[in-house]
C-alpha cells in the first residue's frame, strides 16, 4: 500500500515563474492537507481539502497561492510569480477521516531563485 | 505567536540510555497531542498521542507524559537506539472546529550516539 506521493521531490524556479506541487494521497484516504516549513520552523497549516472541495484555507496566503482536489487525480498546490520567501518544504498529507491520524508525504522543496 | 515550543533544539544521547523531548504550549484549547518523527528528506512520521484525559500513554519504548496544569508534554525514549536519530515535533491539536489543523513545533534533532 503505497504512502502519500508527492512530486516533484525538489523544485527550482526563478522568481515571477509558477509553481505547482502534486500530492497523491494513500489509497482511500479522501482528506487532504498542505503544510508549509520554512528554514528553521515548524510546519504550519495551510489548507484542507475533500475531493473537489477546500474545507478550510486560513492558513493559506491570501494572493499568488491556490490549491485543488479534483474528483480524478492527484491535489495540486499552485504558486503564482513565486518570490524567494516562497523558499520552503511542501508536505501534504492525507487522512481517512477529518479526525484520524494524518500521514504525510516526503515533500517538495521548492527554490525560488 | 508560538503556540508550541521545543525549547531544546538539539539532544545528543548514549545509545541505550533514556532521551526526554519536551514541549510547551501556550493554547488551553489544545486537547489532543501528537508526536512526529522525521527524518532528513523525508515527511514527519506519526509515532504517538496522548489525550488531554490521560497523563501517559506508552506504546513500546516511547512513553508520552502531559501535564495539563503546566502545558507541558515530554516524550521519553527508553532504551535509546541509533536509528532513534531523527527531528521529532510536538502537534497538538484541539477537538472541535479545527480539530486537523496541527500545530508542530520546530522540533528536537535527536543524535543518539552509538
Known amino acids: 500500500n503505497a504512502g502519500v506521493m508527492q512530486n516533484p521531490r525538489h523544485l527550482v524556479r526563478r522568481r515571477g515563474q509558477e509553481a505547482r506541487l502534486r500530492c497523491s494521497p494513500m489509497k482511500g484516504h479522501s482528506h487532504v492537507y498542505w503544510y508549509r516549513q520554512l528554514p528553521e520552523e515548524g510546519l504550519k497549516f495551510m489548507v484542507y481539502?475533500?475531493?473537489?472541495?477546500?474545507?478550510?484555507e486560513s492558513g493559506m496566503p491570501k494572493e499568488r497561492f491556490s490549491a485543488e482536489f479534483p474528483k480524478e487525480g492527484p491535489s495540486i498546490l499552485r504558486i503564482q510569480q513565486v518570490v524567494r520567501g516562497d523558499s520552503a518544504a511542501y508536505f501534504c498529507a492525507s487522512s481517512a477521516g477529518v479526525v484520524e491520524t494524518q500521514y504525510f508525504g516526503p515533500g517538495t522543496r521548492l527554490l525560488v531563485l | 505567536d508560538q503556540q508550541v515550543k521545543q525549547n531544546s533544539p538539539s539532544l545528543s544521547v548514549q545509545e541505550g540510555r533514556i532521551s526526554i523531548l519536551n514541549c510547551d504550549y501556550t493554547n488551553s484549547m489544545f486537547d489532543y497531542f501528537l508526536w512526529y518523527k522525521k527524518y532528513p528528506a523525508e515527511g514527519p512520521t506519526f509515532l504517538i498521542s496522548i489525550s488531554s484525559i490521560k497523563d501517559k500513554n506508552e506504546d513500546g519504548r516511547f512513553t508520552v507524559f502531559l501535564n495539563k496544569s503546566a502545558k507541558h508534554l515530554s516524550l521519553h525514549i527508553v532504551p535509546s537506539q541509533p536509528g532513534d536519530s531523527a527531528v521529532y515535533f510536538c502537534?497538538?491539536?484541539?477537538?472541535?472546529?479545527?480539530?486537523?489543523?496541527?500545530?508542530f513545533g520546530k522540533g528536537t534533532k535527536l543524535s543518539v550516539i552509538p
Open positions: 481539502l475533500q475531493k473537489e472541495n477546500i474545507i478550510d
Open positions: 502537534a497538538p491539536s484541539r477537538s472541535g472546529a479545527g480539530s486537523y489543523q496541527l500545530t
